[in-house]
């Protein structure tokens, strides 16, 4: 639910600014044709309901992560792996377990500053440092599995994340 008015909440900022630029538009048009004033509400009227948009460098709203909340376990976490009653023997044949008790993500702001670490699976299996492109280039590789992050934030907003290694 909360994805949801994020996702409306997002589109009605945007359609703001469409409806503004076409306000404007329409003032500098005034002597033109009328046609070319209506022709300009069908773009607002895309915008309002058209239910993704276009990432581009210049943009009003920052763009956003919806990461997943998950807990890493290992063998050392004893206690905890027997609050949530998981057999290490039965569930953790790699020596970890991924925990995902929530199932709602959890939005933050990514900036320039944000930076990106992920797995040389060509090298040696370190990590080395990407651009945004480059991360997003990476994900793209994954269909049925998605490796976990380490997320670091501060205020809302994503200082790093960096790829953990899954055996």
Known sequence: METLFLQVLKMSVTSSYVILFVILARLLLRKAPRIFSYALWPVALFRLVCPFSFESFFSFIPAVLHLDQIEWLTLEDTARLE?????????????FYIHNPKSYPMYCGVTEQTQYQIIDLDGDASHKSVTKEEFIEHLEQYMNFMPPFWVTTKDGYVQSITEQYVP
């Open 83 to 95: 609050e949530l009653g998981i057999d290490p023997d039965k569930e953790m044949p790699n020596g």
